[in-house]
């Protein structure tokens, strides 16, 4: 009888260690791979994802040419909450925050494009009531029409401008060997763009004196706003002329809007 217990075969009982180790590893793969698709999916709730999250909003995607010409590729920082765009224009008008730190995580577009189509409008609309008051002003007889062509200009001039000039100056940052971001620089001049908005309502006053007063302060104020937030990538460079250059530009911007709208 013991003869019969000890012939008994054996393979099937050693055979099971390794079918338990082997299901323990799929299993535990399994479980890796469930975790790493539950980490790398977006949130439920479609909120924002700001760039350089693991699950949208990178940056990278718009860092080569490919990707720059995508429209998909800036759906991300057009995914923006009200209250952050309010606070980021409340910043604009003071200049003395620092804006940069604010847009530094998550920085959108949607604020820039709203306040250059408003601002190309307001310009149209309100450059004619002004040419309107003025020369009803001076000659109370004359037959005045409105003049679309402001449209054409106001649209070329300002989406011309927070176009260009970002751009320009991302290479010359580039090439001079400091850290900057395109989407960064185009949010950071779009939102000084919106002081215009409420200076152009002012500028509709048929006084000259207070017309220019207006367009000083409001261009000294997005000046200083521009320079301010362009120095952060400046810090540790000698870079003062591109600091200056940008502030002049964007004073000149003021300027134009004076001697073209404002007549």
Not at 13 to 19: F, H, R, Y
Not at 122 to 132: E, F, S
Request: glycine share 6%; hydrophobic share 50%.
């Amino acid at each position: 009888m013991e003869e019969d217990y000890t012939s008994l075969p054996t393979s099937h009982l050693l055979g099971s260690v390794p079918a338990v180790a082997a299901e323990d590893k799929t299993g535990g793969a399994a479980r890796e791979s469930s975790t790493a698709n539950l980490q790398n999916s977006p949130p439920a709730n479609g909120g924002y994802q700001a760039p350089g999250s693991p699950y949208g909003g990178d940056e990278q995607a718009t860092s080569s040419w490919k990707g720059a010409c995508s429209i998909s590729s800036y759906t991300p920082y057009f995914n923006v909450d009200s209250d952050i765009v309010v606070d980021r224009l409340i910043t604009s008008v003071y200049p003395m925050n620092d804006f940069t730190r604010k847009i530094d995580g998550n920085p959108d577009l949607y604020g820039p494009v709203w306040i250059s189509t408003t601002l190309v409008f307001m310009l149209a609309a309100l450059g004619n009531c002004a040419t309107y008051l003025m020369r009803k002003r001076n000659e109370p007889d004359i037959v005045w029409n409105f003049d679309v062509t402001y449209v054409d200009w106001a649209a070329c001039v300002i989406y011309g401008y927070a176009l260009a000039v970002p751009v320009a100056f991302y290479f010359l940052l580039q090439y001079v060997g400091c850290n900057a971001s395109l989407i960064r620089l185009w949010c950071m001049w779009g939102y000084s763009l919106f002081i215009f908005l409420p200076s152009s309502l002012l500028l509709v006053a048929p006084v000259e004196i207070v017309r220019w007063i207006v367009i000083i302060l409001a261009g000294a104020a997005s000046s200083w706003f521009v320079a301010l937030n362009l120095k952060a990538y400046t810090d540790g460079s000698d870079l003062m002329v591109l600091i200056v250059s940008a502030l002049l530009l964007q004073f000149a911007l003021a300027l134009f809007i004076k001697i073209f709208f404002f007549v």
